[in-house]
């Protein structure tokens, strides 16, 4: 263990005690003090925060596109990758205090394998049951740890379901050719196989403080966490528009096609829209066609008073963030969750 310090999150007034070992969100989520984050990795900045007092901090490896060297030196930091070696005062530019009063602390635990069944070509339906501890809790919309088998390294997966009393978990996972743990999803990963995990992690959830209009866009497994906040709504009878895009290749990429229909009945503000970006002449589609981001410009207009969430590969959030600005939606109502690439050569998440 490293030395221990104080460090007060400003203007929420929570201050907390971090080892020097660990970084300072890792050591907030321990306490259960849920600050704004997403990869974990410093690559996709959303824990980006800066430093009021104290200056003897350290980084791990980080992406200077997460933070470049010239916001470093006037004092901002990423809490992902940051280590107090003194007390420190920071200052969050990103966070929500909903959120922060209401986190879930960290728990480590063991599953094990119920089903891993191909949804696509290149994406798997993989369920796990808790066997220790007796809970974990988290919110809809937040991931989960898994450690690789074998391996010391951790793939991070969004739970694709909300949470249960029979300790079930469900994951949407692409599996990329030589991923260290989506390649052992596709090839080796049985029923009664056992896995370590640890979670909640994650800041994907719906703000319920607001009844405002939903518009949700997703590719690939980032339906994962949409389909979790689409089921809590269903379950809890919530009852707010929302228009969901997804985007994928050809129909042969589209999946929960069955139950997304069924949510419609459940949830009579819910609208699904589908769209192709390369659909084949065998795939007989007459729905939207085109790049999902395109697809909502086209059929919306002013978005000032909608709430966004977004989910998917890095470049498809990026370009709705752009498109959902242009449309009149500030960017502090729009959430997202990039699903980043994880190490080398592969990228899971």
């Not at 259960?32 to 490896?61: N, R, T």
């Not at 007390?87 to 209401?102: G, H, K, P, Q, T």
């Not at 970006?277 to 007459?286: H, I, Q, R, T």
Request: hydrophobic share 35%.
């Amino acid at each position: 263990m490293g030395e221990k310090h104080s460090v007060r999150f400003e203007p929420v007034g929570i201050e907390i005690e971090v080892d020097s070992d660990q970084t300072i969100l890792r050591a907030a989520a321990e306490q259960g003090v849920a600050l704004m984050h997403g990869c974990k990795e410093g690559q996709c900045a959303s824990c980006k925060s800066f430093v009021l007092e104290g200056e003897d901090i350290e980084l791990d490896s980080y992406s200077t596109f997460a933070l470049p060297d010239f916001e470093r030196e006037e004092g901002s930091t990423l809490l992902c990758r940051a280590h107090a070696y003194e007390d420190l005062v920071i200052e969050l530019l990103n966070y929500d205090e909903e959120m922060i009063a209401s986190g879930l602390p960290l728990r480590q635990g063991t599953v094990e394998v119920v089903a891993n069944e191909p949804v696509t070509h290149d994406m798997r339906h993989l369920v796990v049951r808790l066997l220790e501890p007796e809970e974990i809790k988290y919110f809809p919309g937040q991931y989960m740890d898994f450690q690789v088998p074998g391996h010391h390294a951790t793939r991070s997966f969004s739970m694709a379901n909300t949470p249960n009393r029979e300790g079930l978990f469900e994951f949407v996972i692409k599996v990329y050719p030589g991923g260290l743990f989506s390649g052992h999803l596709a090839e080796k990963l049985q029923m009664g196989d056992r896995l370590s995990v640890e979670g909640p992690f994650g800041a994907f959830r719906l703000r319920e403080s607001t009844s405002a209009d939903l518009l949700f866009i997703g590719g690939g497994a980032g339906l994962a966490p949409l389909l979790a906040l689409l089921r809590s709504m269903a379950e809890r009878g919530i009852e707010r528009t929302v228009t969901f895009y997804y985007g994928a290749r050809t129909r042969g990429d589209l999946c929960f096609g069955e139950e997304l229909t069924r949510l419609q009945e459940e949830l009579p503000g819910l609208t699904y829209v589908p769209a192709l970006s390369e659909p084949s002449g065998d795939d007989g589609w007459e729905g939207e066609t085109g790049l999902i981001t395109d697809v909502v410009a086209r059929r919306e207009t002013g978005l000032g008073g909608v709430d966004a969430y977004v989910c998917g590969p890095p470049p498809m959030v990026e370009a709705a963030i752009a498109t959902l600005t242009r449309l009149g939606r500030s960017e502090d109502h729009i959430f997202y969750d990039k699903f980043t690439t994880t190490g080398e050569p592969e990228g899971e998440d």
